[in-house]
């Protein structure tokens, strides 16, 4: 799913140590295929430009870095509500 997620299972003893090291390198490996994949696939043309987030330039490093802090613990939640309701929902 995402580092950020694995980590936070990991934290929560919601997972162990050796799945969390084969998840995390895992993701890494397929987010470095994925930027292969689509460095193969366009124009040798094509600049830097075309799939990088960029900071506004109204916002400071600081201001970006608390955006991305508040967006990913969003979406952790997120995931970690739905795994609750789940585990409540399904019989033991």
């Given at each position: 799913v995402n580092p950020a997620v694995t980590l936070?299972?990991?934290a929560t003893r919601k997972l162990d140590v050796l799945r969390a090291l084969v998840y995390v390198?895992?993701?890494?490996?397929?987010?470095?295929?994925?930027?292969?994949?689509?460095?193969l696939a366009l124009p040798l043309k094509t600049t830097a430009d075309h799939f990088?987030?960029?900071?506004?330039?109204?916002?400071?490093?600081?201001?970006a870095l608390g955006i991305e802090m508040l967006c990913t613990f969003e979406m952790v939640f997120t995931i970690f509500s739905v795994e609750e309701q789940r585990r409540r929902e399904s019989p033991e």
């Open positions: 936070s299972l990991l390198s895992a993701q890494c490996l397929g987010a470095c295929l994925g930027t292969l994949a689509l460095y990088v987030n960029k900071v506004p330039i109204e916002l400071n490093a600081a201001q």
